[in-house]
């Protein structure tokens, strides 16, 4: 398997150190690297909440490397959440930390 990296433009909201989590915006409706834009209103989030398990470069094979303790629509109407590391748990698990 190749793996392929990709620079992200990503600037936390917030970090917490000790309790290894993050706030973020995870979603906007701007256009992304494929020139196409994400309807925010049109997220399902239902069946995700059952198990908002965070996946290590979206590979569903893989342990997950954290997990969403909120989620949901910012000011802004973007989607936005915190993630909890499981920092200690995995070389992926650090790394994405």
């Known amino acids: 398997m190749k793996i ?8 936390p909201k917030e970090i917490n150190e000790d309790q290894k989590s993050l706030r973020a915006v995870f979603s906007t409706g ?3 690297r ?3 834009v994400v309807d925010q209103k049109s997220w399902l989030l239902d069946d995700f909440l059952k198990n ?3 996946l290590f470069s979206h ?3 893989q ?3 954290g997990k969403i303790l ?3 629509y910012n000011a802004e109407g973007n989607l936005e959440g915190e993630v909890k590391f499981a920092a200690n748990t995995s070389e992926e698990s650090k ?3």
Do not use: C
């Open 95 to 97: 790394e994405a930390h």
């Open 30 to 32: 701007d256009v992304d």
């Open 34 to 36: 494929h020139g196409e």
């Open 4 to 11: 392929k990296f990709a620079n992200l433009d990503f600037t």
């Open 59 to 61: 590979d569903h094979s």
């Open 70 to 72: 909120g989620l949901g």
């Open 52 to 54: 908002p398990v965070v």
């Open 63 to 65: 342990p997950p490397v």
